[in-house]
Structure formats: C-alpha cells, structure tokens
C-alpha cells in the first residue's frame, strides 16, 4: 500500500501564480488534512475535510482552497502564490476526525520567488 | 485543547534510554496522549498513543502517571536513526473540534 501520496515533490513558483496540489490516500479513511511546516517550525493546519463533501479552515488558511474531490483525494490550491508561502506542504489522513492516528505524505517542497 | 509542553531539544548517545516528558496540565477526560517522530524531509510518523497508565510497543513505551498530567515518552537503547523531532499531542477520540495541532516538538540527537 502507498499510504499518502503527494504530488508534486517539488514546486518552484513565480509570484502570482497559481498551482494545486494533490494528495490521495489508499487506505479507506474519511478524514484528510493540508498542513505546512516552515523551517525549524511545527506543524500548521491549512484546512481540512473530516469526510467526504466537507471542508473547514484550520489554522492558517489564508491564500489558499481546497477541494475534496472524493474521498481518496483532497487537493491545495495556491490561487496566486505569494513568498510567504515558501514552505513544504504535507497531506495527511486519518480513519476519522480525532486523536486517531494520522498517516503522512513525504511532503511538497514549495518555493516561491 | 489541552496545552502541552516539551523540552525543546535533548541530546543522548547511541544505546542509551532517553525519556522525553511532555506536560498537560489541563488534559480532559477523554483525552488520549499521542506521540509522532519527525525525521528531517519527511513527514510524521505515528508512534504510540495511550490513556493511562503505560503502553508498550515495538518502538517506543509510553508512561502516563494517574493524574494524567504529563506522559514520558521512552525510547530504549537509541541509536543513530533515532535522531529525530518528537512531537506530544492531545486530543480526544470523535472529537470534531480537535485538529492536529502540533507544537515545536522536542529535538532528539544521539551521538556516536
């Protein structure tokens, strides 16, 4: 099984513009989040989807929608990228909203100049 | 969501027993404690979660006294591959308020 997986690895943006990122899990879970981490940073909640057709704003989300496309794929959209951006974006699942176990992407490097 | 605080960095030597300690002095009843480990460019890993008491896996044990108001994460006979940032959270079970909320963590380093 592949668990998480994010697409792109790596992402070098011009301000302005825009770009989706896109995750998908293969384990069945309902819920899927969007967090970034910047250097030397813990981890942030964009947004997140506790089950399919629902989405809600975590704790930064600003600059960025999501879209729950189903309930294997839950994707980020930079409408219009901007340098305070620059970080790198893990997806992650879990079989419910909760103190569940939350399974991680390898992560998108983003860069935006 | 309960608070927790954890040393920000600690350093050990391969085959010792590190103990991380986490606080959470406002931990609810129906909390659960869970720990992550981070290596660097990858994502967090799940290592154990407990409620009282102390819990036992492959990888880690995790020690939770009654009052629940801090839990010891230990890691036994660490090696190189164990340097690593670990994270403390706390949450409950079905609870649609609780999103992942991950501090600084606590920043391991064992040494040859």
């Known amino acids: 099984n592949a668990g998480v997986t994010q697409t792109p690895k790596f992402q070098v943006l011009k301000t302005g513009q825009s770009m989706t990122l896109q995750c998908a899990q293969d384990?069945?879970?309902?819920?899927m989040y969007w967090y970034r981490q910047d250097p030397g940073m813990g981890l942030r909640l964009i947004y997140y989807?506790?089950?399919?057709?629902?989405?809600d704003k975590g704790e930064v989300p600003n600059g960025y929608n999501v879209s729950r496309l189903n309930k294997r794929e839950f994707s980020l959209r930079l409408e219009s990228a901007a340098p305070s951006q620059t970080s790198v974006y893990f997806c992650?699942?879990?079989?419910?909203?909760?103190?569940?176990?939350?399974?991680f992407g390898s992560g998108t490097r983003l860069t935006v100049v | 969501l309960a608070k927790t605080t954890q040393p920000i960095s600690m350093d050990s030597y391969e085959g010792q027993e590190v103990n991380i300690t986490c606080s959470h002095n406002?931990?609810?009843?129906?909390?659960?404690i869970t720990w992550y480990q981070q290596f660097p460019s990858q994502g967090p890993r799940f290592i154990i979660q407990?409620?009282?008491t102390k819990v036992t896996n492959e990888v880690a044990s995790l020690f939770i006294p009654a009052d629940r108001k801090s839990s010891t994460l230990s890691l036994p006979r660490v090696s190189l591959s164990d340097t690593a940032v670990y994270y403390c959270?706390?949450?409950?079970?079905?609870?649609?308020?609780?999103?992942?909320?991950f501090g600084s963590g606590t920043r391991l380093l064992v040494r040859p």
């Open positions: 992650a699942s879990s079989e419910a909203l909760g103190a569940y176990g939350y399974t």
């Open positions: 384990m069945n879970h309902n819920s």
């Open positions: 989807s506790a089950s399919e057709g629902t989405t």
């Open positions: 406002n931990i609810a009843t129906n909390d659960y």
């Open positions: 407990g409620y009282k």
């Open positions: 959270l706390v949450g409950a079970m079905g609870d649609s308020s609780y999103k992942l909320i």
